[in-house]
């Protein structure tokens, strides 16, 4: 089986102030993949990121870095310096390979509210 | 490139009527297609999994014969809710594994469809 904790709800934070955002997995798998999705109040969801299981390398592309941690099972998300346009849910999910037609278990996301 | 696209955005209709949400990829061609559904402040549940030319696999809990669906073409999948009740009320959100993708696991999503059942 496959689970994806994501345990703050709903965050709110001054603009400008950073965001610290948790994702805790569970897979049998050695081989599997994480993704972070940012959903607007629009309700698409905008993918951010893919980290396959092989590669720990920490990533930043621009306001936003990722911290991924095979040992405690994270992959948390950072937003640095958060803007109005950061309020959003954002979501963690999983993929196992070979699970089932390659299935996304998403967390249960947390919802961003960036006060200006 | 690798846009998915889903129709309508909106759709309101009475209790009892039939209601059909397209997802289309427009620049390449799906093998697997994903149908979720999404209520208010919740995370995406996944419905079922739809191959191109099999029948669909429906996760526990969901009606195959109130939720059809039909990957007909390696672009298109259709998800029909018959007889819908207010209870369906919600996001629809499709997403398409790219054939010809260098990763098998890379899922595009749609924008959604906001069903509302009066």
């Known amino acids: 089986a496959q689970k994806v904790t994501q345990a703050q709800t709903e965050i709110s934070v001054v603009e400008k102030e950073d965001v610290t955002l948790d994702c805790v997995y569970e897979t049998r798998d050695t081989t599997y993949y994480l993704f972070w999705y940012k959903q607007p109040p629009s309700g698409e969801l905008v993918f951010l990121i893919r980290?396959?299981?092989?590669?720990?390398q920490n990533e930043i592309s621009g306001r936003y870095s990722w911290n991924f941690q095979k040992s405690t099972s994270s992959f948390n998300f950072t937003i640095t310096a958060s803007q109005v346009v950061d309020s959003a849910v954002y979501f963690c999910?999983?993929?196992?390979?070979?699970?089932?037609?390659?299935?996304?278990?998403f967390g249960k996301g947390n919802q961003v509210v960036v006060i200006p | 490139g690798a846009v998915v696209s889903q129709h309508p955005s909106r759709v309101i209709c009475k209790s009892g009527t039939s209601v059909k949400i397209e997802c289309r990829s427009l620049d390449f061609q799906a093998t697997t297609m994903f149908w979720y559904r999404q209520f208010p402040k919740q995370s995406l549940m996944l419905m079922a999994t739809s191959n191109e030319g099999s029948k669909a696999t429906y996760e526990q809990g969901v009606e195959k014969d109130k939720f059809l669906i039909n990957h007909a073409s390696l672009t298109l999948s259709t998800l029909t809710v018959t007889s819908a009740h207010p209870e369906d009320s919600s996001f629809y959100i499709c997403?398409?594994?790219?054939?010809?993708?260098?990763?098998?696991?890379?899922?595009?999503f749609g924008p959604g469809t906001r069903l509302t059942v009066t």
């Open positions: 999910a999983l993929i196992q390979r070979g699970y089932g037609n390659n299935r996304l278990a």
């Open positions: 980290r396959n299981s092989f590669d720990e």
């Open positions: 997403s398409a594994v790219d054939r010809g993708g260098g990763s098998s696991y890379e899922q595009y």
